[in-house]
């Protein structure tokens, strides 16, 4: 059995944790379900994402795929006479129409040889709305995509 940390809590979201995680657990069974999403929303660049999936690349197993559009938010506040941006909102789209380069994450893992599993959630709300028949179409648009890579 293999016990598949992944990079979407407190802990381990940056991947040099997750590397020194990893390392310290120091178990054959222990790996990374690594995915691009934590890399994306930390703001790291194409070159870094790359050279996450590099560095990690003993340990991933498994990866899970899900594509966010960021939408800003404002609060107004009157004795400004203005807007104060506030943290932006997460929302989920079909592939290849948001804020996450997978282009470069998949380049990555291929590039390490990887093997292992592409999972694809829509775990957040989705644009469209969360009826059957847009969930279908949107992992059907998952899975054309992917078959780029």
């Not at 506030?86 to 079909?94: D, G, T, Y």
Request: net charge negative; hydrophobic share 40%; aromatic share 12%.
């Amino acid at each position: 059995m293999t016990l598949a940390v992944q990079n979407h809590h407190d802990i381990a979201s940056g991947h040099d944790m997750m590397y020194w995680l990893l390392t310290e657990v120091n178990l054959p069974n222990v790996k990374a379900a690594f995915d691009a999403w934590s890399p994306a929303l930390q703001g790291l660049s194409s070159q870094e994402i790359r050279a996450a999936v590099l560095k990690m690349r003993p340990f991933i197993v498994h990866t899970t795929a899900a594509q966010y559009v960021r939408l800003p938010r404002y609060h107004y506040q009157d004795n400004l006479t203005n807007f104060v941006e506030q943290e932006s909102l997460i929302r989920a789209v079909p592939m290849g129409k948001g804020i996450i380069d997978y282009e470069t994450f998949f380049n990555a893992l291929k590039e390490t040889g990887y093997q292992g599993y592409i999972g694809y959630e829509m775990c957040a709300v989705l644009a469209g709305g969360g009826d059957i028949e847009n969930l279908d179409k949107t992992a059907k648009k998952f899975v054309e995509y992917v078959k780029r890579f």
